[in-house]
């Protein structure tokens, strides 16, 4: 399957159509208080970068963003993928599009959220697969049981 992966607005429809399908099966897995979705909107800020990744018809399957934090780390949010074609590859795609636009912006670190419950078990072993590595809390998150965090460094 060809993918192209690109910078892409968070405002429009198909964009809008993967957020409402993460936040459909992201909302039951862990109380609502221990999760951090962006909307389009906020994904549509200065300090956010998305990118689409589409298939030969153009069709959006799969999404991840770059969120820069005061010019000293980059935050991978609203990693997605449709799970018709998950497996794939298009997670690690993704990924790479987001480090080197961290790189780009010259950012010594990655650094992301997500969710602590066993259903996202899949969730850490594509960020691990891609040289991340469990951390401490960062940012304004909670500690909590619900919460996993990851980061990669990008400089030696």
Known sequence: MAIAITRETPLQDDVRGLVAALNDYL????PREFQFQMTVEQMDGPQTVLFVARDES???VGMGA???HDGTFGEVKRMYTDPA????GIGRKLLDAIEAEAR???LADLKLETGGTPPFADTWTVYERCGFSRCGVFADYPDTQ???FY???LTA
């Open 27 to 30: 909302i039951p897995l862990s």
């Open 66 to 68: 770059l969120k820069v």
């Open 58 to 60: 153009g069709k959006a």
């Open 151 to 153: 980061e990669k460094k």
């Open 104 to 106: 780009e912006r010259g």
């Open 146 to 148: 619900y919460n996993v």
């Open 85 to 88: 074609v998950r497996g794939s």
